[in-house]
């Protein structure tokens, strides 16, 4: 079995600054609705499958995600972010809102395959750290398979550090 590299990020909310990250016209940033959980699940295991990056690594972490994404839409009431074209969920970033969670950002962003390379990775970054912030969150962490898309371009935002991560991130349902 082929072994992953991971990388954890973190950011420090307090230091967060204002700017914005403007969606292309006709997108619509919004916090998900627990009838969107079929959306997203279904959003995130299309996005995973169809990145080449996540081949054979997808397959071993699917069925802990599809729980994690589940029980932030059972037990909370801020779990996820998505991205609106017209009624149409094009992409979405699930995340816990506890505290002292070891990972904030269950999936990250996830785009549709048709929508990746115009900003809405960074837009649900962005919009998914704000809103942790707003909970009282000081700290927010996320898990990522190292020299991913998300790994090289998108988590180095917004003056993130990062680390090695030894752990499986999946292993166990915290």
Not at 12 to 27: E, M, Q, R, S, V
Not at 112 to 139: C, F, N, Q
Not at 143 to 170: G, I, Q
């Given at each position: ?6 990388k ?21 940033l919004r ?10 699940q ?17 397959s ?12 932030a ?11 609106l ?23 990250g ?6 929508y990746?390379?115009?900003g809405?990775g ?15 969150i ?14 090289k ?6 003056r ?14 915290r």
């Amino acid at each position: 079995m082929k072994h992953d590299h991971w990388k954890l990020f973190s950011w420090n909310l307090t230091a967060l600054d204002d700017a914005d990250i403007p969606l292309p016209h006709g997108l619509l940033l919004r916090p998900a609705s627990k009838s969107d959980e079929a959306a997203v699940q279904a959003l995130v295991a299309l996005a995973f499958s169809t990145d080449a990056q996540w081949t054979g690594s997808y397959s071993r972490i699917a069925s802990a995600l599809q729980e994690r994404l589940h029980e932030a839409f059972r037990s909370q009431h801020n779990p996820a972010l998505v991205i609106l074209h017209g009624t149409r969920i094009i992409a979405a970033a699930c995340f816990s809102t506890e505290a002292e969670a070891e990972n904030h950002l269950y999936c990250g962003p996830c785009v549709l395959p048709e929508y990746r390379s115009r900003g809405l990775g960074a837009a649900l970054l962005l919009g998914s750290l704000r809103t942790l912030k707003d909970l009282g969150i000081h700290v927010a962490r996320a898990v990522v398979k190292d020299n991913t898309t998300a790994s090289k371009f998108v988590y180095p935002k917004f003056r993130s550090v990062s680390e090695p991560y030894e752990a499986e991130p999946f292993s166990a349902i915290r």
